[in-house]
């Protein structure tokens, strides 16, 4: 119990001493956006006859017409409200977009990561088991591939094969085949809200729709996982409790299991935390391959247009997401190994 | 006794694969009678008027909104397109042009119904049109180029007249209310969500659609997908029908190649945004439809900005345009889909025709264009850039190679800078960029429209920054222009103009591939670029 708490406390105090970088962010992407060459509001004015007229109406819209410091003023308020501004590019609120798209981005992710651990873990001991082995050769062959391969076009390469050529995959369009019914949201995961409402029929489609791409994404992933699992598990089998466990004849894979790997586990969870809030947002070409309507694709298209105020949520939501991750690895790391609680 | 066994049997399994077959059916049905249209860009808003608004947000609201009148179609080379000079009615029963062309009076339908079962009334129309003239919208500025500009000219006659009163005769008044903006919408529902700050309720309809249009929006998420039902009581489909699909899907699918399997595979009706090397390859293989229609009111352009030197030079502008290798550039970003706009021959070098665009009588001619340039007194080149935005790479960057390497032909070093959208649109927007690639569209493509729009003034769309006063003149003569013939001179005037002084160089005409079923039916090429949903049906 008093680990628990010691834990909690811990992670409190680390969250508020994030406050003044989550600050910073903000004020530093409010500038940077400002500085970057391009005019929303010339933008936006694009339509037909859109003549200067209509340039000043969206720059007011925007506030852009106010002094910068008044603006930054404004914004910083806002945001102390939860307002994060309104998108030209949607029409809507920039928190009802991310709060919409978040958890299309995070089931994605977090299903392509469980998939890259699963694979990547037993792979990394494998190879580390018998290094320089055909195994480990083979192991560092697929993980290569997978990485070199750029997401976009392993993403279209499953597509042409599972789509396309198979008609195995569903259409890979969005979460849901358009024309299913969508389950009360709950959670906003669809493969949650599903089985809560007890519509099996309906959870196989999503998860269906949500193979492809969490494969895709996981490809990606999973070299580093593996190669940081491979050595660590090469440490930790050639340490001296190995060798003692060993020498006392404990089962193989009680050694394998209980001693190596639950000491090589905790560079791959530091790894994992990284790799996570990177797939966040670096999953734009799968978002956008898959049509996933995610945070991601929607941060990049606003940033095509200069769309201010979904590029700053963005990245603020991105920042806090890293500074969670970061106190959630912690909190694993005092499970994994309790002596990182004491630190 | 066995075989009667087996008998039985067959025929059970026989039932049970019927049943099995069916259900999959059932589903089948419903698919028949949606329409799935896959595209690129995204609805983002319901009221056309909101800036900011899209193209596919317009092709929503020509079906989900009603405007007084609509234009006509047409044949051009075998395909439909729309017609500018057939206004048919659409709210409006009837018009009637008064003779000295100052009064138009429409009679209402008395059977149309907004989507809540109130009727449609001239209240009504004259509230959305004053709002269109009035509130910060975009149809203000488009209104303005058919002398609709105020509030007064706009009058309730009775429940089912409206009348519009025009300070001059203006052949542009009419067409006007055809195009996106001046929809008329449900102003008792409209009123009921203003405010103070928002007396129109533009954030209202931003949201929500309050028309009388042939389908009903049911959930509309922007940057993902709309899908609206057809509404049972609008019946200006042919002959005075409701529209033929019962369901619409608008789905945002931002991958070409994505949308060129959907298509393939079935999956969905109808795309217009494909990548031109996958309507060629899909086109190859027979099994779809292709619709290819050359964008006649649309025009692309490598623009050179005239106030910006060397290109201040006549000379230099006309080197330029015997220095591009139009058919390769052709070939290379647009498969040849689309009409060419260079390579005519004109009789005694005079302009065959008053339209607008017409082929120009140039071709790659590098030995011309070394003259030109030597004229200019710069035969041994210059360096500059050509920019072009990121969202127009797929055809503008192969372009910009081409021109890269015929201009070195002749001395000319060119950069090529590709831009992010916004960026490229403020650069043109502040007269920065010295070279560059664009397109032009007008709704209402006549002559004068062009010449006024792109070629006078200090705004945007006068890419080549033209400062010409002769041509500004005419331009203004023509718009009021009800003589025919005369109207015929003086756009050939303003070609020749363009013609001698090469502003800016017309390229092509791209095609607007449409791609679908074999079953789908009734498509047009519309004004707005994008597909009206009412025209299709399933055969």
């Known amino acids: 119990m008093g680990t628990i708490v010691a834990t909690l406390a811990r992670a409190g105090r680390r969250f508020v001493s994030s406050l003044p970088a989550l600050f910073g962010v903000l004020v530093f992407t409010f500038l940077l956006m400002?500085?970057?060459?391009?005019?929303?509001?010339?933008?936006?004015?694009?339509?037909?006859?859109?003549?200067?007229?209509?340039?000043?109406?969206?720059?007011?819209?925007?506030?852009?017409?106010?002094?910068?410091?008044?603006?930054?003023?404004?914004?910083?308020?806002?945001?102390?409200?939860g307002n994060l501004g309104r998108s030209m590019m949607t029409g809507q609120a920039v928190a009802k977009d991310l709060k919409e798209r978040l958890p299309a981005s995070l089931e994605l992710t977090l299903t392509a990561l469980l998939i890259a651990l699963v694979s990547a873990v037993p792979l990394g001991v494998l190879a580390a088991l018998r290094p320089g082995s055909l195994v480990d050769h083979g192991v560092r062959l697929f993980c290569s591939l997978g990485?070199?391969?750029?997401?976009?076009?392993?993403?279209?390469?499953?597509?042409?094969?599972?789509?396309?050529?198979?008609?195995?995959?569903?259409?890979?369009?969005?979460?849901?085949?358009?024309?299913?019914?969508?389950?009360?949201?709950?959670?906003?995961?669809?493969?949650?809200?599903?089985?809560?409402?007890?519509?099996?029929?309906?959870?196989?489609?999503?998860?269906?729709?949500?193979?492809?791409p969490a494969l895709t994404m996981a490809l990606f992933v999973i070299a580093p996982l593996a190669r940081i699992t491979r050595a660590s598990m090469l440490v930790s089998l050639g340490s001296d409790f190995v060798r003692t466990a060993r020498s006392v004849g404990l089962s193989w894979w009680r050694i394998v299991v209980t001693y190596a790997l639950r000491n090589a586990i905790l560079p791959v969870i530091t790894i994992a935390g990284i790799v996570f809030s990177t797939m966040l947002g670096a999953n734009v070409l799968v978002e956008k391959v898959f049509s996933w309507p995610g945070v991601a694709s929607y941060a990049l298209d606003a940033l095509l247009?200069?769309?201010?105020?979904?590029?700053?949520?963005?990245?603020?939501?991105?920042?806090?997401?890293?500074?969670?991750?970061?106190?959630?690895?912690?909190?694993?790391?005092?499970?994994?190994?309790?002596?990182?609680?004491?630190? | 006794?066995?075989?009667?066994?087996?008998?039985?049997?067959?025929?059970?399994?026989?039932?049970?694969?019927?049943?099995?077959?069916?259900?999959?059916?059932?589903?089948?049905?419903?698919?028949?009678?949606?329409?799935?249209y896959v595209t690129g860009a995204t609805v983002n808003t319901l009221d056309p008027n909101i800036p900011g608004s899209t193209r596919e947000a317009f092709a929503l609201s020509m079906s989900s909104y009603d405007r007084l009148v609509s234009f006509g179609r047409k044949q051009l080379n075998g395909k439909w397109v729309f017609d500018l000079d057939t206004i048919t009615g659409e709210l409006a029963e009837s018009y009637q042009v008064s003779s000295d062309g100052l009064k138009i009076t429409f009679k209402l339908r008395p059977d149309a119904k907004f989507q809540d079962g109130s009727p449609v009334t001239a209240e009504d129309v004259k509230w959305s049109l004053d709002r269109c003239v009035t509130a910060p919208?975009?149809?203000?500025?488009?209104?303005?180029?058919?002398?609709?500009?105020?509030?007064?000219?706009?009058?309730?006659?009775?429940?089912?007249?409206?009348?519009?009163?025009?300070?001059?005769?203006?052949?542009?008044?009419?067409?006007?209310?055809?195009?996106?903006?001046?929809?008329?919408?449900?102003?008792?529902?409209a009123k009921a969500h203003a405010t103070a700050e928002d007396p129109w309720a533009l954030n209202w309809t931003k949201e929500n659609a309050a028309g009388s249009g042939a389908y009903i929006v049911e959930t509309f998420k922007p940057g993902e997908q709309v899908i609206a039902k057809r509404s049972e009581a609008w019946n200006r489909g042919a002959p005075d029908k409701p529209?033929?699909?019962?369901?619409?899907?608008?789905?945002?699918?931002?991958?070409?190649?994505?949308?060129?399997?959907?298509?393939?595979?079935?999956?969905?009706?109808?795309?217009?945004?494909?990548?031109?090397?996958?309507?060629?390859?899909?086109?190859?293989?027979?099994?779809?439809?292709?619709?290819?229609?050359?964008?006649?009111?649309?025009?692309?352009?490598?623009?050179?900005?005239?106030t910006i030197p060397p290109f201040d030079n006549v000379n230099v502008r006309r080197a330029i345009a015997y220095a591009l290798p139009y058919?390769?550039?052709?070939?290379?970003?647009?498969?040849?889909?689309?009409?060419?706009?260079?390579?005519?021959?004109?009789?005694?070098?005079?302009?065959?025709?008053?339209?607008?665009?017409i082929p120009q009588p140039i071709k790659l001619d590098l030995e011309k264009a070394r003259a030109y340039l030597k004229d200019a007194g710069m035969a041994d080149g210059f360096s500059t850039t050509f920019s072009f935005n990121v969202g127009q790479a797929a055809t503008a960057e192969p372009m910009a190679a081409l021109v890269k390497e015929s201009l070195a032909k002749i001395g000319i070093k060119v950069d090529i800078q590709k831009l992010p959208d916004a960026q490229m649109s403020t650069a043109i927007n502040e007269k920065k960029?010295?070279?560059?690639?664009?397109?032009?569209?007008?709704?209402?493509?006549?002559?004068?429209?062009?010449?006024?729009?792109?070629?006078?003034?200090?705004?945007?769309?006068?890419?080549?920054?033209?400062?010409?006063?002769?041509?500004?003149?005419?331009?203004?003569?023509?718009?009021?222009?009800?003589?025919?013939?005369?109207?015929?001179?003086?756009?050939?005037?303003?070609?020749?103009?363009?013609?001698?002084?090469?502003?800016?160089?017309?390229?092509?005409?791209?095609?607007?591939?449409?791609?679908?079923?074999?079953?789908?039916?009734?498509?047009?090429?519309?004004?707005?670029?994008?597909?009206?949903?009412?025209?299709?049906?399933?055969?």
């Open chain 2, 327 to 357: 058919d390769d550039m052709f070939k290379a970003a647009l498969f040849g889909r689309g009409a060419p706009l260079y390579g005519a021959t004109w009789a005694d070098g005079k302009p065959p025709s008053g339209g607008y665009p």
């Open chain 2, 433 to 539: 960029l010295p070279f560059f690639t664009e397109g032009i569209v007008a709704w209402l493509p006549s002559t004068d429209y062009f010449y006024r729009n792109f070629y006078t003034g200090k705004q945007r769309w006068n890419y080549s920054s033209t400062d010409n006063a002769e041509l500004e003149k005419i331009a203004q003569e023509a718009r009021f222009e009800a003589d025919k013939a005369k109207y015929e001179e003086q756009g050939k005037a303003l070609n020749a103009i363009h013609f001698d002084q090469m502003f800016q160089i017309p390229i092509w005409q791209a095609a607007q591939d449409a791609v679908m079923q074999p079953t789908v039916d009734g498509y047009v090429y519309q004004f707005t670029r994008q597909v009206d949903y009412r025209n299709l049906s399933r055969k």
């Open chain 2, 137 to 189: 919208i975009l149809g203000k500025a488009q209104l303005l180029t058919g002398s609709l500009t105020s509030a007064d000219q706009f009058k309730v006659i009775d429940p089912l007249t409206f009348e519009v009163t025009l300070p001059k005769p203006d052949k542009l008044a009419l067409p006007n209310l055809a195009t996106v903006y001046p929809i008329i919408i449900n102003s008792k529902l």
């Open chain 2, 1 to 36: 006794m066995s075989f009667e066994m087996s008998k039985r049997s067959l025929f059970a399994a026989t039932a049970l694969l019927a049943v099995m077959l069916a259900a999959p059916s059932a589903h089948a049905q419903s698919r028949a009678e949606t329409l799935r």
């Open chain 1, 34 to 81: 400002r500085v970057l060459p391009g005019d929303p509001a010339v933008f936006f004015a694009s339509g037909p006859n859109a003549g200067q007229e209509e340039i000043e109406v969206i720059r007011r819209q925007l506030g852009l017409d106010k002094p910068l410091p008044n603006q930054l003023a404004i914004y910083l308020y806002d945001v102390g409200r």
């Open chain 1, 305 to 343: 247009v200069s769309d201010y105020a979904p590029v700053q949520g963005f990245v603020l939501l991105m920042a806090t997401i890293f500074v969670i991750v970061n106190l959630l690895v912690d909190v694993l790391y005092g499970i994994a190994d309790p002596r990182a609680t004491v630190a």
């Open chain 2, 243 to 306: 529209a033929a699909f019962k369901r619409l899907i608008i789905q945002s699918v931002p991958e070409p190649a994505t949308r060129a399997n959907l298509v393939e595979r079935g999956d969905a009706d109808l795309v217009i945004d494909l990548q031109a090397s996958d309507v060629q390859s899909l086109e190859g293989k027979g099994k779809l439809k292709v619709i290819s229609t050359p964008q006649y009111n649309a025009v692309t352009f490598i623009s050179m900005n005239n």
């Open chain 1, 147 to 212: 990485v070199c391969v750029p997401t976009f076009v392993s993403g279209l390469l499953l597509i042409y094969v599972f789509y396309y050529l198979l008609g195995l995959a569903p259409d890979p369009t969005g979460r849901i085949d358009i024309f299913a019914t969508l389950p009360p949201s709950r959670t906003g995961f669809l493969i949650i809200d599903f089985l809560l409402a007890g519509d099996v029929e309906g959870w196989w489609a999503a998860a269906r729709q949500l193979m492809l």
